[in-house]
């Protein structure tokens, strides 16, 4: 898992050398803007890779054999792109990536807004890995919501796909409200602190040209507020991969897959194991 | 969960632990609570009827007592997973047509009220200490462990000490909860000096070296 991508900071705001230090899988780091670039160092001051993508700066401990994952529609026009600040939650960085792909708990966590009872019902759907890319898909989601988005105007049933393309990295794509042939780009960027603490950088790519950028990150962040009030009481803080340590339904089967996926590829950093 | 507060000395082996003054615990509210190092969520349905269970919802782990409360059946807060008094599990609200599995169930402790104390126990075997008609005043969390107030104040299961009449629930971490009594029939003023005196108690031993 030292060998993929992770989100470390926001591109816009990373200051002049000396820079400023951060926290990457427990290990401390720094990253700073040198002659118009922007680069990392580990604690003993060695060049860490440095990638820009999505308004984001990545880094690895150690040496990604791929580029960044594409996100297709952060290039077409008309489109805007909102970095939502950043969110600390005290949780596993694979927790925080497990809830982001949740939606039974939309009525219950965020009520009136992603969802509502009586609506609560997750119709069947499709889940599977994309041997090609290596990447975790869930399609065809289906989701009642009183308030879909900021733009949003009463509720719809809205559908969503989910894609996981890193162990702590999440896109989703929703119904646009205002625009319904297109889709609006939610992703969730997580860097692990360390097993059991994270910062959530949640990003956004839509069309919406009534809202503010104020209140577009503000409706985000609200959002994230709830899911953190969940994250920092599951119990273990670590992911369970095993199964039988918790139980599962079928409206489960995307987060069944992650666990899956991660396990495969020996991605367990905040993650659980029978063993221990 | 390292503190393991001891069995009191008395000997009365099925061990039964104060987690909360009745009046704390409101109809359809839910708290979290440890007793012997267990985490535990203590919840009262409307009907009044209390239960304790593991704080964890066997789904994805949420604390239970973060839930809340309709009629005598306890949610989740994260996906609305709903059991009974008993900790089963009668609805998941993502499949409603959905009977849930019978193996779907929270493990419970024993939970019982007594003059306006809730005790539980993990085997429920025996019954609670009758403390009589002694009057429940407060509770009240001190920065010292279990075994350091008794070896301060005695090691009964009700401790008489300045006055009031203490039941001692210890917690993780060198704490302790003091659930504070007094003797029947005080009025307004005679508990507000007590309290005063349970304030001014915690204050000694958190201030004492000798009470490490």
Same mark, same amino acid.
């Given at each position: ?24 899988? @427990? ?15 580990? =604690? ?17 401990? @150690? ?74 898909? =869930? ?104 199964? @039988? ?32 | 969960? /390292? ?7 008395? +000997? ?35 009907? +009044? ?29 994260? &996906? ?14 993502? &499949? ?59 090691? +009964? ?24 009594? /007094? ?6 003023? +005679? ?22």
């Amino acid at each position: 898992m030292k060998d993929c991508w992770f989100p470390v900071g926001a591109a816009d705001d990373i200051p002049s050398a000396p820079g400023r230090e951060t926290l990457l899988m @427990g290990e401390p780091i720094r990253l700073f803007r040198k002659a118009g670039q922007i680069q990392a160092c580990d =604690a003993e001051g060695r060049d860490l890779p440095v990638t820009v993508a999505y308004d984001h700066v990545w880094t690895s401990l @150690g040496t990604p054999s791929q580029p960044i994952f594409a996100i297709p529609e952060a290039e077409e026009p008309g489109r805007r792109f909102v970095p939502c600040g950043h969110v600390r939650v005290a949780c596993s960085p694979l927790r925080a990536v497990e809830n982001f792909l949740d939606i039974a708990h939309f009525p219950f966590v965020h009520t009136d807004i992603l969802g509502a009872e009586p609506h609560t019902e997750v119709y069947r759907y499709e889940v599977k890995i994309r041997e090609e890319e290596d990447e975790v898909w =869930a399609t065809k989601v289906r989701f009642y919501q009183p308030q879909a988005a900021k733009a949003a105007e009463g509720g719809q049933e809205i559908e969503y796909m989910y894609r996981v393309p890193l162990p702590t990295a999440s896109v989703l794509y929703k119904t646009c409200p205002s625009k319904p042939e297109a889709w609006d780009v939610i992703a969730i960027f997580v860097q692990p602190l360390t097993e059991t603490t994270c910062v959530a950088w949640p990003w956004m790519a839509l069309y919406d040209d009534t809202s503010s950028q104020a209140d577009l990150v503000g409706f985000q962040q609200m959002i994230f507020l709830q899911d953190r009030a969940i994250l920092e009481n599951q119990v273990p803080a670590l992911l369970p991969l095993d199964p @039988g340590k918790e139980i599962p339904t079928r409206a489960d089967m995307t987060s069944i897959a992650y666990r899956r996926w991660l396990k495969s590829h020996d991605y367990t950093y905040g993650a659980q194991l029978e063993a221990q | 969960m /390292t503190d393991t507060p001891r069995t009191p000395s008395q +000997g009365t082996p099925p061990q039964w632990t104060p987690v909360a003054l009745s009046r704390d615990l409101a109809p359809a509210t839910a708290i979290p609570v440890i007793a012997e190092g267990t985490e535990l969520a203590l919840w009262r349905g409307r009907s +009044g009827r209390l239960a304790a269970w593991h704080d964890r919802c066997p789904h994805r782990g949420m604390r239970l007592s973060q839930g809340f409360v309709r009629d005598d059946m306890l949610s989740c807060l994260y &996906h609305g997973w709903r059991y009974d008094l008993e900790g089963q599990c009668r609805k998941i609200p993502a &499949h409603p047509e959905l009977e849930p599995n019978k193996a779907i169930c929270v493990p419970a402790w024993s939970v019982t009220e007594a003059t306006g104390i809730i005790w539980v126990s993990e085997t429920g075997s025996g019954a609670p200490p009758d403390t009589g008609a002694l009057a429940p005043l407060r509770s009240l969390t001190v920065e010292r462990s279990e075994d350091a107030l008794r070896d301060h104040l005695g090691d +009964g299961v009700v401790i008489e000490f300045d006055g009031l009449h203490l039941l001692l629930q210890g917690l993780p971490q060198g704490r302790c909860v003091l659930h504070a009594l /007094t003797g029947p029939g005080l009025d307004a003023a +005679g508990q507000r000096a007590a309290s005063h005196r349970l304030e001014a108690l915690r204050t000694r031993f958190e201030d004492s070296e000798d009470i490490a």
